[in-house]
């Protein structure tokens, strides 16, 4: 800037280097004036020959690139903290996306159980027996109350069985019998074995009612064919009547049965349900229980105490929570 122009800067209004007389401004320039400045004659002032270019900044050139410096340490460091933080970010997606993927798919197999569950429900299971006797449906019931399966028990009398029979619906013209879905299925190993596998299918009950391996499965249907031996026997001598029926079921039928069991149901620990190979409360097992209960409850409990292992095997069972329920509250019958 010139002398020229720093004297049109600072001087308002006046041609001449005279100091502005305020008093004499038109009122209404003055009025509208907010400052006036007085500056020296032109002569008296005087320029400098030299400019000297300063920051604003009342910090010293050194100080200035040091605090750029750190200022970009600053954004270098906030750049890697987003980076790390995009990081997790992606990480912590995979995470949920995973978890979404695992939740979905057991969503869509407890989907598919419910399905099979209902499917199995909406069938009428209905067990057909002799009214008034538990006979081999005793073990039926039992196997369809600790698997928690709903049934309807369905009594016969002598007409209603005859009229069955000539209907072709009782093969080898025999009670229980078991309606599921359209399937009429006769003989107790057989019927306990189709409930287990239902069981097992849609995860009903506390174990694996068909083993945990074939082999198992074979020990179960081994078992069942045992127990409707036995059975046979205990019911030949509550036909029979006599006391030399009972006598002879007694001394000679009972010990060679009973030492067998009792081999069996050595337990390796607690958790070990099952008569032989396995850890689980098979339908062999079941219907094992159910004679010897029977035997019980026909000859006196006591008749089990000279073979303790099968005593507490069997005790074990019978506090199982549904089979204890059934039993305490099922209606007194002859057999």
Same mark, same amino acid.
């Given at each position: 800037?010139?002398?020229?122009?720093?004297?049109?800067?600072c001087?308002?209004?006046?041609?001449s280097?005279?100091?502005?007389?305020?008093s004499?401004?038109?009122?209404?320039?003055?009025?509208?004036?907010?400052?006036?400045?007085?500056?020296?004659?032109?002569?008296?002032?005087?320029?400098?020959?030299?400019?000297?270019w300063?920051?604003?900044?009342s910090q010293?050139?050194?100080q200035?690139?040091?605090e750029?410096?750190?200022?970009?340490?600053?954004e270098?460091?906030?750049?890697e903290?987003?980076v790390e933080?995009?990081e997790?970010e992606?990480v912590?997606?995979e995470? *949920?996306e995973? $978890?979404? +993927?695992e939740?979905? /798919? #057991?969503?869509? !197999? &407890?989907?598919?159980?419910v %399905?099979e *569950?209902?499917? $199995?429900? +909406?069938?009428?299971? /209905? #067990?057909y027996? !002799? &009214?008034?006797?538990?006979? %081999?449906?005793?073990?039926?019931?039992?196997m369809?109350?600790d698997?928690?399966?709903?049934?309807e028990?369905?009594?016969?009398n002598?007409?209603?069985?005859?009229?069955?029979d000539?209907?072709?619906r009782?093969l080898?013209g025999?009670?229980?019998m078991l309606e599921?879905?359209?399937l009429?299925?006769v003989e107790?190993?057989?019927?306990?074995e189709?409930?287990?596998?239902h069981?097992?299918?849609?995860?009903k009950?506390?174990n694996k009612?068909?083993?945990?391996?074939?082999?198992e499965?074979?020990?179960a249907r081994s078992l069942?064919?045992?127990?409707c031996?036995?059975?046979?026997?205990?019911?030949?001598m509550?036909?029979a009547?006599s006391?030399?029926?009972?006598?002879?079921?007694?001394?000679?039928v009972?010990?060679?049965?009973f030492?067998?069991?009792?081999?069996?149901?050595?337990?390796s620990?607690d958790?070990?349900?099952g008569?032989?190979?396995?850890?689980?409360?098979?339908?062999?097992?079941?219907?094992i229980f159910e004679v010897?209960?029977?035997?019980?409850v026909?000859?006196?409990l006591?008749?089990?105490?000279?073979y303790?292992?099968?005593k507490?095997?069997h005790?074990?069972?019978?506090?199982?929570?549904a089979?204890?329920?059934?039993?305490?509250a099922r209606?007194?019958a002859i057999w």
């Amino acid at each position: 800037m010139s002398y020229r122009d720093c004297a049109r800067v600072c001087v308002e209004g006046g041609a001449s280097g005279a100091p502005v007389d305020s008093s004499r401004q038109n009122p209404s320039t003055h009025a509208s004036a907010k400052h006036t400045l007085a500056v020296l004659p032109r002569a008296a002032v005087r320029l400098p020959l030299h400019r000297l270019w300063v920051s604003h900044s009342s910090q010293s050139p050194a100080q200035v690139r040091e605090e750029e410096e750190d200022v970009e340490e600053e954004e270098d460091v906030e750049e890697e903290e987003d980076v790390e933080e995009e990081e997790e970010e992606d990480v912590i997606e995979e995470v *949920i996306e995973e $978890v979404l +993927e695992e939740v979905l /798919e #057991e969503v869509l !197999e &407890e989907k598919e159980e419910v %399905e099979e *569950i209902i499917q $199995v429900e +909406e069938v009428t299971e /209905e #067990e057909y027996v !002799e &009214e008034g006797r538990r006979g %081999e449906a005793e073990a039926v019931r039992m196997m369809f109350k600790d698997a928690g399966i709903e049934f309807e028990d369905v009594g016969v009398n002598q007409d209603t069985f005859h009229q069955m029979d000539r209907q072709n619906r009782l093969l080898f013209g025999q009670l229980p019998m078991l309606e599921w879905d359209g399937l009429e299925l006769v003989e107790q190993p057989a019927i306990l074995e189709h409930i287990a596998l239902h069981a097992d299918r849609t995860k009903k009950g506390t174990n694996k009612y068909l083993g945990e391996n074939e082999n198992e499965r074979s020990t179960a249907r081994s078992l069942c064919s045992a127990a409707c031996e036995l059975r046979r026997l205990l019911m030949e001598m509550r036909h029979a009547g006599s006391a030399d029926a009972k006598k002879h079921f007694k001394q000679e039928v009972l010990p060679k049965w009973f030492a067998a069991l009792d081999k069996l149901a050595v337990a390796s620990d607690d958790n070990d349900k099952g008569l032989g190979d396995g850890v689980h409360f098979t339908f062999g097992d079941l219907a094992i229980f159910e004679v010897v209960n029977a035997i019980t409850v026909a000859l006196n409990l006591s008749i089990i105490r000279p073979y303790p292992n099968l005593k507490e095997w069997h005790d074990k069972a019978l506090h199982r929570p549904a089979l204890e329920k059934h039993v305490w509250a099922r209606p007194d019958a002859i057999w």
